[in-house]
T-cell receptor, first 109, second 114 residues
Framework: GQNIDQPTEMTATEGAIVQINCTYQ??????LFWYQQHAGEAPTFLSY??LDGLEEKGRFSSFLSRSKGYSYLLLKELQMKDSASYLC??????????WGAGTKLIIKP | SQTIHQWPATLVQPVGSPLSLECTVE??????LYWYRQAAGRGLQLLFY??????ISSEVPQNLSASRPQDRQFILSSKKLLLSDSGFYLC?????????????FGSGTQLSVL
């Protein structure tokens, strides 16, 4: 079967760094996405990785290792507004997205 | 620039009543269109996707249906709602530029079936 695993909830302190992990088992791989979703709102795009390595975009970075079926989202200089759910999604062999259940990130002052 | 509109934002419907949710995209042509449902604490579940007018693929058998009467219009319907149809419904569209591809979501509809 196809599976996306990410922690249910994480807590971090304002100004700190947090890493949210995502592991996947899918039939085929055509890219991995990270989305941010605030409560009651639609997900918004953060990053897309299709090749191994680190993609940096401001305070957010995303890493991919295809051989390990692993990705992480790194958030630096955490702000209170970063409190949200972070969704990992993998595009499989049929080019459809398989979504993880999301990681709820709680930022404390 | 491209925008996606989805309405209504919230909806409370009795069991057995019909449903119609509408989604339109502006600023692009021939987009791929999607309907997702998100239950509380769970991942997004793909319900339908469409690569063109009149072309609908269903991912999950259920009492919902979708139609694409125009290039940039996607409609989610039901003849008789069930309690289990409650959830957060999201319309989305996607485009690809080279190696990069992005999925953009509408603002969502919170449906409560009572």
């Amino acid at each position: 079967g196809q599976n996306i695993d990410q922690p249910t909830e994480m807590t971090a302190t304002e100004g700190a760094i947090v890493q949210i992990n995502c592991t996947y088992q899918t039939s085929g791989f055509n890219g991995l996405f990270w989305y941010q979703q605030h409560a009651g709102e639609a997900p918004t795009f953060l990053s897309y990785n299709v090749l191994d390595g680190l993609e940096e975009k401001g305070r957010f970075s995303s890493f991919l290792s295809r051989s390990k079926g692993y990705s992480y989202l790194l958030l630096k200089e955490l702000q209170m507004k970063d409190s949200a759910s972070y969704l990992c999604a993998v595009k499989g062999s049929n080019y459809q997205l398989i979504w993880g259940a999301g990681t709820k990130l709680i930022i404390k002052p | 620039s491209q925008t996606i509109h989805q309405w209504p934002a919230t909806l409370v419907q009795p069991v057995g009543s019909p449903l119609s949710l509408e989604c339109t995209v502006e600023g692009t042509s021939n987009p791929n269109l999607y309907w997702y449902r998100q239950a509380a604490g769970r991942g997004l579940q793909l319900l339908f996707y469409s690569v063109g007018i009149g072309q609908i693929s269903s991912e999950v058998p259920q009492n919902l249906s979708a139609s694409r009467p125009q290039d940039r219009q996607f409609i989610l319907s039901s003849k008789k709602l069930l309690l289990s149809d409650s959830g957060f419904y999201l319309c989305a569209w996607s485009f690809r530029t080279g190696r990069n591809e992005k999925l953009f979501f509408g603002s969502g509809t919170q449906l409560s079936v009572l």
